[in-house]
């Protein structure tokens, strides 16, 4: 047997004429078909097998790679993955994209229809899942092994469509042809306990009796570096109904129907995605998911550390366990059981094990969405772990009172349960206590983390609290998304070795005077919007794109568009920016206030479209159903970047880094990353509005008065009077009281700060060489938002772990 590949396989060919046999093969055995009776969708598996076959080569010698290096491994739990589509990324990592493309053709399959088959696994909301997803892609880029525990969720996240204006949500059936990208393992489930009692064993130990048991059974799906041989996985649980809950006494009794009600009911648990962004729901079931994740992947983990044999108080030296916000931190009183239940280790050995073995990574500002549970329910579903809490709780206030003795509101702030009005779980609180590190995902943000939420705990542990900016996959948002960009960078550079060093794009600065270089940069950048077909591609594409919340501010944007509507309406003559404004986003199904923004933005679009005097130099677009799939559409073909949250609210952004990297000038304020990005592409290229962070606060909290900035600007009293008058619908009224009589997130307050800037950037545009200039400047100098950076940020602050190269 040939052994070149050190795993004792023949390796795959890499030709075409080798990759048109394994298509061959692959649809002759695989698929059970014949090219004579194959369908489009055999063609798209089989071609997905053929390329996957390619990334489970270096699986194996990953694999075999990290068993002889006995490594400390990253955990990385997130109950979201945004993966995005496979296809292209894993011709492009496993470098077989032209050989497919001759091997196809060969067989007369069209490329782009096959591509056109592959589904985006939806398991996410926004940022926090598509950063799990950056995260991924980093740590196997830079080597690092690593696994990504999470759901394995039936539907994703809900597809947005629109009826008159308004949105409606279908659910997303995303496995509804199959997975080819995943390899299922139900060898490696696991079992889950849920509800039931707490008894003291004979030896003495607390031993849960619990009143339900599921099982957790794993796929994988590959997650390849870029550049490397590594391939690392995400591990995505999917919830089964266990034999014991198949109750075979209500079997014999001819109950049927009713025992096997219990499996579906267990099988639920992964069933949907709960599509909240930053407001918490505090639903049973989503509980029971995210005790399900870590129940699921903590046994997982432990399993590995077994085949080393080592005592488990080693297990720190071996696993760090980063927490992906609050929704995987029951980790930490679950870790405790195993150790202190079911491994009969001392509770002061088990928690020095558990606090050296996790971190945790906060990605809100907003105190409503830090996640609390309401503690019957947490009592009813996990009677152990409460117990567990409790203890830790004890544990942490006597931290507390032997530093600050009598503080009894210090106490009763920091403790893991709220009393007042109901008493409930805090779980940020939990993951700080259980964890050797704690991050926020921008500076400001890790800041404002230390001075506000977590102040108390920055007192009582210092050292513990950190900052990792986010940062984006130069792969997927470069390199995939815009190719011909990327030509253009790696032709300039003299190489693509950018895409795994986007420092290299500080190189670009050299021909940002360059007046061929600019002429290339911006026919790129039109052909972008040809290829994204919304709009005048000659228009400056003002793109906002991102959940729908009211701390993000859409509807500070949609003001402006209405002010500017009049402005053109007053003088049709006069001379434009052509300007295509384009929205894309989701909002939460209940989230009532953030969908009639939605309703009013489409009634807007319609409004202005039927105008014929608006719309040759006014366009208002809003695709539906934003997702990975379109951002990468989107986000080359931008000219400006909204990033408006209200400063010291939006925790990082991560759209923002997108953008700029894709050459799209940032109108934003002062808040979570785009502080960063201005420091770097430097404040002449970059639209800086609005109050900053201390300005907002103390707005606030002086009685702040909508209707004074509405009183006092003739442009937004007209905008704000056409939407309560219903000129732009029903809706509108909804959405101007709320402006006018709360405007939580200080909207009006900022309008003529926005407006005025935004004066600006048209003065800019008319200077198309300064533009692309600018533009030039703002991809040159994003280097430092890549994955890679924020992966080598946890590397040496947080995780301490080290590379494995494979052989
Ligand atoms: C919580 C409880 C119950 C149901 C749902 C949730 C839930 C789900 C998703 C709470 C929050 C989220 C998502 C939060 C999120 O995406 N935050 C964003 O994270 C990005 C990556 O760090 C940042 O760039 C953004 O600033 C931040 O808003």
Partial sequence: MDLRNGIGLRPLGSSAAEFEQDLLSNLYYRRGTTVESASMQDAYETLALTVRDRLAERRARTTAAHYAANPRWVYYLSAEYLLGRQLEQNLLYSGTGTIATAALKALGVSYDEVEALDIEPGLGNGGLGRLAACLVDGLATLDIPAVGYGIRYDFGIFKQDFADGAQVEKPDDWTFQGNPWEFPAPDDREPVFFYGHVEKGEDGRRKWVPGEVVLGEPSHMLVPGYGTDTVNIVRLWKARGSESSFDLSRFSAGQYAEAVQEAVRAENISKVLYPDDSTELGRELRLKQQYFLVSCSLRDILRRFRLWGAPLTDLSDKAVIQLNDTHPSLAIPELMRLLVDEEGLDWDTAWAITQRTFAYTCHTLLPEALETWPVGMFERLLPRHLEIVYDINEWLLGQVRSRFPGDIERVRRMSLIQETPERRVRMANLAVVGTTAVNGVAQLHSDLLVSTTFADFATLWPGKFRNVTNGVSPRRFVRLANPKLSDLISSALGDTGWIKDLDRLAELEQFAGDAGFLERWREIKRANKVRLGLGDPDSLTDVMVKRF???????????????????????????????????????????????????????????????????????????????????????????????????????????????????????????????????????????????????????RSSGYRPRDYYEADPELKRALDAIAAGVFGGVGQEVAASLLNHDEYLTLADFRAYADCQDQVERAWRDADAWTRSSVLNTARSGFFSADRTVSDYVSGIWQVSPVTVG
């Avoid at 989230?591 to 366009?619: F, R």
């Avoid at 785009?674 to 290229?685: H, L, T, Y």
């Fill in 549 to 699: 919340h009211e701390y993000k501010r859409q509807q500070l944007k949609l003001l402006h568009v209405i002010s500017e509507y009049f402005k053109i309406k007053d003088n049709p003559a006069g001379a434009y920016v052509p300007r295509t404004v384009l929205f894309a986003g989701k909002a939460a199904p209940a989230y009532h206030a953030a969908k009639s923004i939605i309703h009013l933005i489409n009634a807007v679009a319609a409004v202005i479209d039927a105008d014929p005097e608006v719309s040759p130099h006014l366009k208002v677009v809003f695709p539906p159903n934003y997702n990975v799939t379109l951002a990468e559409l989107i986000i080359p073909a931008a000219d400006l970047s909204e990033q408006i949250s209200l400063a010291g609210k939006e925790a990082s952004g991560t759209g923002n880094m997108k953008l700029a990297l894709n050459g799209a000038i940032t109108i934003g304020t002062l808040d979570g990353a785009n502080i960063e990005i201005r420091d770097r592409v430097g404040a002449d290229n970059f639209f800086l509005f609005g109050l900053d962070t201390p300005a907002a606060v103390a707005l």
